[in-house]
């Protein structure tokens, strides 16, 4: 039989590991960020429908430019947007893949502040970027003086902020985003996937009127609770949209997508509507691991980074044998925990409440 180090792959995926979160067919799955509520019976109807719709069209290759699309995601984001300052793909994955292809690849280089999405260095070794993590202070909050420092020292071709930051949860500000932009000529990405999760924090939308070089993405993947459809989309000046079109293959947002997400965003009241419940479950998850002991790091998400676990990969083995999935990020005595439904967090609570005490 033949193995993967038999063939002549590309030196710089030499030894890697795909992404790999385990996708176990669990009762209580609160490893991927994932919004654990059902869509509403009646969006679903909608949704179904604008489906069907689109299926008498698919002899006919998509709308390349989905247009529609990108005006109703303009019209969700507001700050008055327009169609030409948005792009969407299958998956904010794929936008950063895009951005990567069109500003990264050999010779140049991505920066981001440890640890951070897991996706970042994957998404550099695939179109050859060269990865330059940066590791944040001790409590992983990032201040103006410290990134401008790391970006005026490091000049890479893209820097990616995270806010707030997977998988510590950690909120940006946005005075940390303008020196970020000031430090550098180079493309920054301020990936907001957890965005509708902080009500208290204003948007790197925001910023974007007279900077350029600014990118900010979104997904549909979180709060939206629509993972399954494979929607991010970002928003930056009509000439980063330009450069990406360059790289993009033709037709990639498929007219199931392009109708299934525009039927979405039509109800995205109703989608967004559980957002102020899993805040609720999250606060209340760390209210009840901090008086267990635990160590309960900010969070402006939809997941808590949690410490003090002495051996946290068998806690999440304990937990997955209870039918309860977590994230273990190897960071030492930390785990990640997201915040489910109401039923969801009172099982993890009393999974972790029935742990050996600390
Ligand atoms: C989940 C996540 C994404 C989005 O993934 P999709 O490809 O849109 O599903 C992007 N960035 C971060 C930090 C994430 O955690």
Same mark, same amino acid.
């Given at each position: 039989?033949?193995?993967?180090?038999?063939?002549?792959?590309?030196?710089?995926?030499?030894?890697?590991?795909?992404?790999?979160?385990?996708?176990?067919?669990?009762?209580?799955?609160?490893?991927? $960020?994932?919004?654990?509520?059902?869509?509403?019976?009646?969006?679903?109807?909608?949704?179904?429908?604008?489906?069907?719709?689109?299926?008498?069209?698919? $002899?006919?290759?998509?709308?390349?430019?989905?247009?529609?699309?990108?005006?109703?995601?303009?019209?969700?984001?507001?700050?008055?947007?327009?169609?030409?300052?948005?792009?969407?793909?299958?998956?904010?994955?794929?936008?950063?893949?895009?951005?990567?292809?069109?500003?990264?690849?050999?010779?140049?280089?991505?920066?981001?502040?440890?640890?951070?999405?897991?996706?970042?260095?994957?998404?550099?070794?695939?179109?050859?970027?060269?990865?330059?993590?940066?590791?944040?202070?001790?409590?992983?909050?990032?201040?103006?003086?410290?990134?401008?420092?790391?970006?005026?020292?490091?000049?890479?071709?893209?820097?990616?902020?995270?806010?707030? $930051? $997977?998988?510590?949860?950690?909120?940006?500000?946005?005075?940390?985003?303008?020196?970020?932009?000031?430090?550098?000529?180079?493309?920054?990405?301020?990936?907001?996937?957890?965005?509708?999760?902080?009500?208290?924090?204003?948007?790197?939308?925001?910023?974007?009127?007279?900077?350029?070089?600014?990118?900010?993405?979104?997904?549909?993947?979180?709060?939206?609770?629509?993972?399954?459809?494979?929607?991010?989309?970002?928003?930056?000046?009509?000439?980063?949209?330009?450069?990406?079109?360059?790289?993009?293959?033709?037709?990639?947002?498929?007219?199931?997508?392009?109708?299934?997400?525009?039927?979405?965003?039509?109800?995205?009241?109703?989608?967004?509507?559980?957002?102020?419940?899993?805040?609720?479950?999250?606060?209340?998850?760390?209210?009840?691991?901090?008086?267990?002991?635990?160590?309960?790091?900010?969070?402006?998400?939809?997941?808590?980074?949690?410490?003090?676990?002495?051996?946290?990969?068998?806690?999440?083995?304990?937990?997955?044998?209870?039918?309860?999935?977590? *994230?273990?990020?190897?960071?030492?005595?930390?785990?990640?925990?997201?915040?489910?439904?109401?039923?969801?967090?009172?099982?993890?609570?009393?999974?972790?409440?029935?742990?050996?005490? *600390?």
């Amino acid at each position: 039989m033949t193995s993967l180090s038999d063939l002549p792959l590309r030196d710089t995926l030499v030894g890697k590991q795909p992404y790999g979160a385990p996708q176990d067919p669990v009762p209580v799955s609160l490893n991927v $960020n994932e919004n654990t509520h059902p869509l509403p019976e009646a969006v679903v109807a909608d949704i179904a429908a604008s489906l069907a719709e689109a299926v008498r069209g698919v $002899n006919r290759y998509p709308d390349r430019d989905f247009l529609q699309l990108r005006a109703a995601l303009a019209g969700y984001l507001g700050h008055g947007l327009t169609a030409e300052q948005l792009w969407a793909a299958n998956g904010s994955n794929e936008v950063l893949q895009q951005v990567l292809q069109a500003f990264g690849g050999p010779g140049r280089t991505l920066l981001s502040f440890t640890p951070t999405y897991s996706m970042y260095p994957l998404l550099a070794d695939g179109t050859d970027t060269a990865w330059r993590p940066v590791e944040r202070p001790a409590d992983y909050a990032l201040t103006p003086d410290f990134v401008a420092a790391a970006l005026r020292e490091h000049r890479p071709n893209i820097a990616i902020l995270c806010g707030p $930051n $997977n998988p510590t949860g950690t909120p940006l500000d946005l005075d940390t985003v303008l020196a970020a932009y000031d430090a550098f000529d180079g493309i920054l990405i301020v990936d907001e996937a957890y965005h509708e999760f902080d009500a208290e924090r204003e948007s790197a939308i925001t910023l974007l009127p007279g900077r350029p070089r600014l990118l900010v993405s979104r997904t549909m993947s979180k709060a939206f609770a629509f993972a399954g459809v494979r929607l991010g989309y970002l928003a930056a000046d009509p000439a980063v949209i330009d450069a990406l079109r360059l790289v993009r293959l033709p037709y990639h947002l498929s007219a199931l997508t392009q109708a299934a997400a525009q039927a979405a965003i039509r109800h995205s009241g109703e989608m967004l509507a559980t957002v102020a419940d899993i805040r609720a479950q999250r606060d209340r998850l760390a209210a009840a691991l901090t008086a267990l002991g635990y160590l309960v790091h900010e969070s402006g998400a939809n997941f808590l980074l949690v410490g003090g676990f002495a051996d946290p990969t068998a806690v999440f083995e304990t937990l997955r044998a209870q039918g309860i999935l977590i *994230r273990d990020l190897g960071i030492p005595g930390h785990l990640r925990l997201t915040a489910g439904t109401e039923t969801e967090t009172t099982v993890l609570i009393e999974a972790i409440a029935a742990l050996a005490p *600390r």
